[in-house]
């Protein structure tokens, strides 16, 4: 006889895991000065060691996409807490450059485990429009894991305390979550998801699927390009960097814990659309403006980002269904993929404008400001691409939806 699952403690589990996710990202773009400070590192380089955090993400998104059904998400999870443990304490001792290359790397891949684990296991728990409420609450603790990060490393480092005693707070969430799942019953996955492999990459091949998949790799580079040079990007701004981050990411976590009405009230495809028109605002404004504007411009940052990356999981989820756990983690990993390759673009289009703006030996205030207006600028480009692609989808899904209205599928039942 089966034992019964505690979808609370395993939902609850789901949200310390990406707590995890989030304080990673926060904590390690506040320490990321610290950083280039202590090992002599450019800003390309700190790109390439950030590219490391989204590179092991997609690797093992796919990858457990790929054995969801075979090891399941108890095993995925074993695997998310070694290498979380592992990057952590490796980036604690890290010696230079190459260090910080691989233990970035590994919490990366602990975050994509988290990913490929927890999306199809929530899937799993709920059903219709329940799952799409649970899977935006689930994903609020990833800006919710953000914020606290953001706060922490903030007034730790105000303090005086190092980095590596930032680092040491991650694994806090790290042990609370692996004590959460030990030894807890996982449900089965649901009958059509768990279809053969073949069926998964055959359903990956649908227009709706092509079209989210490179979708995604355009909200993810909108979301986390900004995002994970705060510290940089915006030192010299007038506003203090830590507290934009944690402001963005505070507005996602009260957004995404509201989704239901929202999602409802708009649909999924309204909702895409609405963030890709309130991100380029948002992300525009950061590039014109300074001191207390900043703020105004980070929420309004966050209302477009809020939505993003739950509501493209809820898509794929539900509009291709027979893709299942593949599919999800597969729109996952390319978003964090397509990140990581312009991580070190970024880093490398603030050294370039960097060295412009003093060869040119223009007269400049601000030079880092004028720089990092300048970089913020050009991924204003990426969110106003979204504009023009959602309002397609939008149609597009409106027209499929009036063609089938008399065998729609209930979980498609709001666009």
């Not at 790397?105 to 649970?134: V, W």
């Not at 914020?147 to 694994?171: E, R």
Request: proline share 4%.
């Amino acid at each position: 006889m089966s034992r019964q699952v505690n979808s609370s403690a395993l939902f609850l589990g789901s949200c310390l895991a990406l707590i995890t996710t989030g304080l990673t990202f926060s904590i390690r773009a506040g320490i990321l000065p610290q950083l280039g400070e202590n090992f002599g590192l450019n800003a390309e380089q700190l790109g390439f060691i950030n590219s490391m955090w989204f590179l092991g993400f997609p690797i093992s998104m796919i990858l457990g996409g790929i054995f969801y059904y075979k090891v399941g998400p108890a095993t995925i999870m074993r695997i998310a807490f070694v290498s979380h443990t592992l990057g952590i304490l490796l980036t604690i001792f890290a010696s230079g450059y190459s260090s910080l290359l691989i233990s970035t790397l590994f919490i990366g891949f602990g975050n994509g485990c988290t990913e490929a684990a927890c999306n199809p296991l929530i899937a799993d728990l709920y059903a219709g429009k329940k799952m799409d409420k649970m899977l935006n609450r689930f994903h609020m603790w990833f800006p919710g894991g953000i914020v606290m990060g953001s706060l922490i490393s903030k007034f730790m480092t105000d303090f005086g305390a190092s980095w590596q005693t930032q680092m040491w707070v991650i694994m806090i969430p790290t042990i609370l979550y692996a004590i959460l799942f030990f030894g807890k019953a996982f449900p089965e996955p649901k009958e059509e998801q768990a279809a053969s492999l073949s069926n998964n990459v055959k359903a990956m091949f649908s227009p709706t699927f092509i079209f989210l998949f490179c979708c995604m790799a355009l909200t993810a580079i909108s979301e986390f390009g900004p995002q994970q040079w705060v510290g940089i990007i915006m030192a010299n701004s007038g506003a203090s960097p830590m507290l934009v981050l944690a402001l963005v990411t505070g507005v996602m976590a009260v957004g995404r814990f509201f989704a239901g009405p929202v999602v409802k009230v708009l649909g999924q495809t309204g909702v895409l659309l609405f963030s890709a028109i309130f991100a380029t605002i948002g992300v525009y404004l950061f590039s014109v403006v300074t001191g207390s504007m900043v703020y105004l411009a980070a929420i309004l940052f966050a209302v477009g980002v809020c939505y993003f990356w739950p509501t493209m999981i809820a898509s794929t989820a539900q509009r291709v269904p027979l893709s299942g756990a593949l599919g999800m983690s597969v729109i996952g990993g390319v978003g964090m993929f397509s990140t990581s390759i312009f991580q070190p673009i970024i880093g490398r289009w603030i050294d370039k404008s960097k060295e412009a703006v003093m060869q040119a030996g223009d007269t400049v205030a601000n030079v880092d400001l004028a720089v990092g207006q300048t970089t913020l600028a050009k991924l204003a480009i990426f969110p106003g691409i979204l504009i023009v692609l959602f309002l397609f989808f939008h149609f597009w899904q409106k027209k499929v939806h009036k063609e089938h209205t008399e065998e729609a599928n209930p979980a498609v039942d709001t666009l």
